[in-house]
């Protein structure tokens, strides 16, 4: 479900939007997920100011806090810093011919840590490696890296991870069913207001939607069916 948007100014980016709508969402006991772009100091110190728990993604952009990070989730591996808390998790997956085999850890910084001096709200490190194997047995290997402001369980730290990807799948169903990239408008009012429209479409396709059923699928079953119509309006 979409609770907020806001419109990056020209020559802007999303870096100034984020603080903006942040302030517009009541984030107290919530978990907020953000990709790299969003790996800023004032941006996470925004969200721990307001009672938020932030799971945010450190990349290059960040290239001294990454380094930082990396080299520390490497020592703990490799149990060079066995004194450091650490709780992992791994799972297995397997779907569409493919087998995912991902693994999670929650690091706890001590008080003296470098990036705490740098980033004082953090409190924790985590890291999510996916090994995924296909039909032919060709391997392909992903480790991200995040910051946390709380020392999350490592299931509820896993599920924020995973959970961030129906954020991305909204961005490909709006590109790919609704084809927002392929539209021509370019008055800026009415350009927010279709893209407002399309995302409070999607929350309401999702009303009884069932697991393995697509947004098209969905569209094409309310109008021929009055009932799953209803549902997706908001009857019961």
């Known amino acids: 479900m979409v609770l907020g948007q806001i419109a990056t100014q020209e020559k802007s980016n999303e ?78 997956d397997q779907s569409h011919g493919r087998i995912d085999e991902r693994s999670y ?62 954020i991305e799948s909204m961005h490909w169903t709006l590109d790919v069913t609704f084809r927002e990239d392929a539209q021509q408008t370019s008055e800026r009012a009415l350009v927010n207001n279709l893209s407002w429209l399309r995302r409070f479409a999607i929350s309401l396709l999702k009303r009884g939607q069932k697991k393995n059923e697509s947004i098209v699928g969905r569209m094409e079953l309310a109008a021929y069916n009055t009932d799953i119509l209803e549902q997706v309006h908001g009857g019961q």
């Not at 603080?19 to 978990?31: F, G, R, V």
């Not at 790299?36 to 100091?41: D, F, I, L, R, Y």
């Open 15 to 92: 870096i100034t939007a984020i603080p903006e709508l942040l302030e517009q969402i009541d984030l107290k006991n919530s978990i907020v997920t953000i990709d790299a772009m969003g790996c800023q100091k004032q941006i996470v110190a925004q969200i721990d100011k307001r009672q938020g728990t932030y799971v945010v993604a450190v990349k290059a952009n960040q290239l001294n806090l990454f380094e930082t990070v990396e080299e520390l989730v490497f020592d703990v591996l490799e149990g060079v810093q066995e004194d450091l808390y650490c709780r992992s998790l791994q799972t297995t």
């Open 105 to 166: 850890g929650i690091i706890k910084l001590k008080k003296d840590s470098p990036i705490k001096k740098a980033w004082p709200s953090v409190k924790a490190i985590g890291y999510a490696v996916r090994v995924s194997t296909d039909a032919n047995q060709q391997e392909t290997f992903q480790t991200r890296y995040f910051i946390l402001n709380r020392l999350l369980t490592v299931s509820a730290f896993a599920a924020a991870v995973r959970g961030h990807w129906s």
